[in-house]
């Protein structure tokens, strides 16, 4: 086959979120670095989706902690919310700053009910902004233990966008909660399973775990730990991988990688 006649790889969404007439629900777990930003993003996308007459996002973020000294500079926070529950803290201004209507839960993202998952933990779109390996294989598990569940729900969980990084690097990984029906295309080549990112980089993600899992204590340790700008720029590149993929219907892919010491981006190709 001639190289101008190859056809490419891409994702098409879950068609039930094509041109959906209710808000898409999303979970965001995490509200520190990466999440407080993320979540600003996503508003912003929101803005332009319902601008366009699309309905646009309903968003609940999980989030244990509260916002210490050391979270200011890389995270969306100020003097004024210290003591305050990161999740309480953002949405709360999300929502006066927007018009939104977003919740949060203070609590840890997990089942309640046994093995079931509780109703205000289903969402079309779960996006996970975890500083730990384990928290992404409990979540991994939990999706996985539901694939064949809920298949009606109109929350089921279809996509699950993963953050993750170092001190100057971190990627951003998009994958299916099962398999999405795919159109026939003479296009393109359409992939109806996108893997996550316990499956296809497990064995790193384990050996990449710190073996002191110790918080930074100041905001200089902080700093020196990740850079400055990591979370803002992998936040924002994630939230244009979502919109793009809702207001096109396909995306060729997957995620990316991010390295902003040398300033380069490299996509993950479906």
């Not at 007459?53 to 004024?80: A, Q």
């Not at 296809?200 to 990740?226: H, I, R, V, W, Y």
């Not at 720029?233 to 060729?252: H, R």
Request: aromatic share 8%.
């Amino acid at each position: 086959m001639s190289k101008s006649t190859q056809r490419t790889k891409v994702h098409f969404i879950q068609n039930s979120l094509l041109n959906p007439t209710n808000p898409i629900s999303m979970i965001v777990v995490g509200g520190g670095g990466t999440g407080s930003h993320f979540l600003h993003a996503i508003a912003r996308a929101d803005l332009a989706l319902t601008a366009m007459d699309h309905p646009g996002f309903r968003v609940t973020v999980f989030d244990p902690d509260k916002v210490e000294l050391p979270n200011m500079g890389r995270s969306e926070f100020n003097r004024n919310y210290i003591e305050i529950n990161k999740a309480v803290a953002l949405v709360s201004h999300i929502n006066r700053s927007y018009g939104t209507n977003w919740k949060a839960v203070p609590h840890a993202y997990e089942p309640l009910n046994g093995s079931r998952l509780s109703e205000d933990r289903l969402a079309n779109l779960i996006v996970s902004c975890v500083d730990t390996v384990s928290t992404r294989f409990s979540i991994a598990k939990m999706l996985s233990g539901i694939k064949d569940s809920y298949q009606f729900h109109r929350d089921r969980p279809v996509y699950w966008l993963d953050f993750g990084n170092s001190k100057y690097t971190g990627q951003a990984i998009l994958s299916t909660t099962a398999t999405v029906a795919q159109p026939k295309s003479k296009k393109f080549i359409p992939v109806a399973d996108l893997p996550t990112v316990t499956e296809e980089f497990g064995e790193l993600l384990k050996n990449s775990e710190k073996a002191d899992p110790t918080p930074s204590c100041s905001m200089l340790q902080s700093l020196n730990e990740q850079s400055l700008y990591i979370n803002s720029a992998l936040a924002n590149c994630g939230a244009s991988l979502l919109q793009q993929l809702l207001e096109k219907g396909y995306t060729p892919y997957r995620g990316f990688f991010m390295n902003l010491e040398n300033f380069r981006t490299e996509p993950i190709p479906v």
